[in-house]
């Protein structure tokens, strides 16, 4: 280990988190890498090791000859200010070595909140933040996830995109690099190249031509790039035989998902339309039970770990569930390994699986019925009735446990008065289930409702949308905790409403905003999806300064024939798809979801066969 | 009677945390295959103790873990098992059958190397022996346990032996300390020197555990 390193340590929180060495951690010969690859996540590492998806990618490039893949993570501020006090530059986890000197940095996009991080990053790498002022082929810059689905507000810091799934793309893109390293090709030539593979968006090639009134007219395609009109984004077609890290690095300090993280299937059949992942990873492909289950033990055979839990958008329906949870019960139970499904469908399905999964808490229970009318909960297709969720609720009280979360947003297109009430009424019924089947009144009740500010994300059918304004948000906050207020076994929280102004602004923000992003990086801002580091007038500072009016972006309701500065990724799921489910939510009518029946979306078009699995 | 471990903690794993160490030995047992015994109740799991923890950053060649083996494994197969398993740094040397309660755990050998940029300031050597020999040295430690958040504690009756020895940029001391009830951190005595050597504080120090002793200053096994 570095001596430098070594003298910090002592002086951090959490210093585990520095080091590397855990087990699973991919150590390769210098000399024998050819090819050094740093995969970073602008957060923490608690955070950043509980994704499944860095897991994947890290599996699969290390398992390539000459590639190696380490780790990178955002250091915590006191960190931060050690290593730029004692001139330590960013560095990859396993080897210790400065990632200023790798061939590709690559960055994992899960929220727009870290995007500050990234600069910070790259700035602690000692590397130039904007793309144009590395004009050298290494260390190329890449960012994937999902918010490459809007690439735009990075779009000046970033070399190139990769939209969707990274397994098969990341090989194609590290053999044209070698190829250009091969060859001596420019950045510009290489570039070039790397537009052709499908799913890659370079942004240099792509410039913004705005209107007089602020909206773009057009993302021109740069003329000679040879940059495709619309990138479409990459999946995993044969999602069955597609790698699955079963050996995977066991951290030696708490993270956030410390358990085996088995996922079912990808995509999701149920077209909330609010919801970006929903429509961004369709359609859906899974696993067969069979192989699931060998995958699970195994995981847990190799990590040691005592909890797993089946992860996917919307585990409960995955087609094979039943089998899958009795073979995976058969391995777990004998061993004490707690077995747990993070995103319950309130059914009485999933109550009756819950209720054999072994070590389940019996403390809190939640539930996501987004919207407190039937009539809401249609406009926005969230396919959850009031008696479904008060049946599941009657079976986990009556079963014992003690507690439940629901969660709502505020600000859904169409919301009216009635429907903001309805959320206390529907609490308050979930009270009366309660009251009516708890076999231990004595003991008491904890139901917590919790109301978000709905913020319209790019590629959803709510992406024209206008977010309600601040004022209006906090009136209907203002109404719902007034009607509350005689409640005292339920508690109502309510989120913070700057995060989610500013979520709103850059989810679907122009590249306009990356002088933004640079202004507030440079007085200060980072980790903002952190709350002792989110420092609001600092951002509205940025933005006056900038001479970028927040809300334009976030409020602003937009006409259908709208340029969006995503216009040039394509998701497979058509304009007019997102367009009628936009005109079905304002007409209150559903749309069944894909294994009932096809809407038609577009995303079939991704499989060869053309056919959804549904 | 209890089987133990004993192993050693270098490198990457200095930094693991008591708790974090104890996570890591419960999967490595799991995912060695070897079956131990589980704790009780609601939430069963595997059980393991370390009798005495390391604060994070020292090095060690001498952790003892407690845990029980429910049959499966032969205890000479255990330190292989295990090592193939663990993170880096963590060495599993001997699994044995438990000897001297934990209640005989007396003593801990330390060697607490300090370093100086420039080299060894002149006199530090002396002034730091001179130190460790007076009659008592009262430094304030921070408790949980006191309202006022610090007690006080008199160091010498808690040091058994002391060595100091000058090298070029470096003076190391040997401590045999206390170890429980109550037991010395080497840091105090660190504490103490640049508060009363200021002359000799030194720009880094390491801390290695090189023995765990019994009250005879035999090993404790
Ligand atoms: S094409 Fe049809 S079945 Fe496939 S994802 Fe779209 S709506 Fe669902």
Known sequence: MNRALEQILPRVQKPARYTGGEYNAVVKDRHQADLRYALCFPDTYEI????????????????MEGVWCERVFAPWTDMEEEMRRAGISLYGLESGDPISGFDIIGFSLGY????????????????????????????????????AYNPEPLAPFVDLFVLGEGEEVTPEYIALYRQAREECWSKEEFLREAARIEG??????????????????????????????????????????????????????????????LELFRGCIRGCRFCQAGYV??????????????????????????????????????????????????????????????????????????????????????????????????????????????QSVRTAFSGGWSGVKLYFMLGLPTETDEDVLGIADLARKVYAAWREVTPNRARGVRITVSTSWFVPKPHTAFQWEGQITREEYQRRVDLLRDAFKKDRSITYNWHDPDTSWLEAVFSRGDRRLADVLEYAWERGAKMDAWSEHFDFPRWLDALA???????????????????????????????DFLWREREKCYASQVTPDCRSKCSGCGANRLLKGGVCDG | MADRLLFSKAGTARYISHLDLMRTFQRAFARAGISIKHTEGFHPHPFVSIPLPLSVGFSSQCEVLEFGLTGGAEREEVPAR????????????????????VKQLTYVNYIVTMEYDPGAPFGAERAIRDLLARESLVMDKRSKKAKSGVVQVDLIPLIAKATVEERRDTIALDLVLRAQNPGLNPELVVAAIRTHCPQAAPDFVSFHRRAVLDGKMEPWE
């Open chain 1, 200 to 261: 890659i968006y370079v942004p240099a090639f792509y410039e913004p031509v705005y209107k007089p009134d602020g909206t773009l007219a057009e993302l021109r395609v740069k003329e000679g790039s040879g940059a495709p009109e619309r990138v479409r984004k990459r999946i995993v077609e044969d999602f069955e035989h597609s790698y699955f890290p079963v050996r995977t690095i066991v951290p030696s300090t708490e993270i956030v998902h410390d358990r085996v993280m």
């Open chain 2, 82 to 101: 295990l090592n193939a398993a663990m993170p880096s740094g963590i060495t599993v040397h001997r699994c044995y059958e438990a000897e001297k309660p």
């Open chain 1, 112 to 147: 727009e909140m870290a995007y500050t991080n990234v600069l910070n990053m790259l700035d602690l790498a000692g590397l130039p933040l904007r793309s144009a002022d590395r004009p050298g082929l290494a260390p190329l810059v890449v960012a994937g996830g999902a918010c």
């Open chain 1, 545 to 575: 300064a900038c001479g970028v009016d927040g809300d334009f972006y976030a409020h602003r309701q937009r006409p259908r024939d709208e340029v969006f500065p995503w216009c040039r990724i394509d998701t497979m799921v058509t304009p």
């Open chain 1, 281 to 390: 990873y369709r359609p859906v492909r899974s696993r067969s039970p069979e192989r699931l289950a060998r995958y699970g033990k195994d995981a847990c055979r190799d990590s040691g770990y005592q909890e797993m839990t089946l992860s996917s958008l919307s585990s409960t329906d995955y087609p094979g569930l039943l089998p899958l949870c009795d073979q995976l019960l058969d391995y777990c139970a004998p061993r004490d390994i707690g077995l747990s499904l993070p995103s319950l469908r309130a059914d009485t399905f999933s109550m009756n699986l819950m209720d054999r999964l072994q070590r389940v808490r019996k403390g809190g229970l939640t539930f996501a019925p987004e919207a407190g009318t039937q009539r809401l909960r249609d406009a926005i297709n969230k396919n959850l009735t009031e008696a479904d969720l008060l």
């Open chain 1, 48 to 63: 950043g090791m509980s994704n499944l998806g860095l897991r994947i990618l890290y599996g699969v490039m290390n398992g």
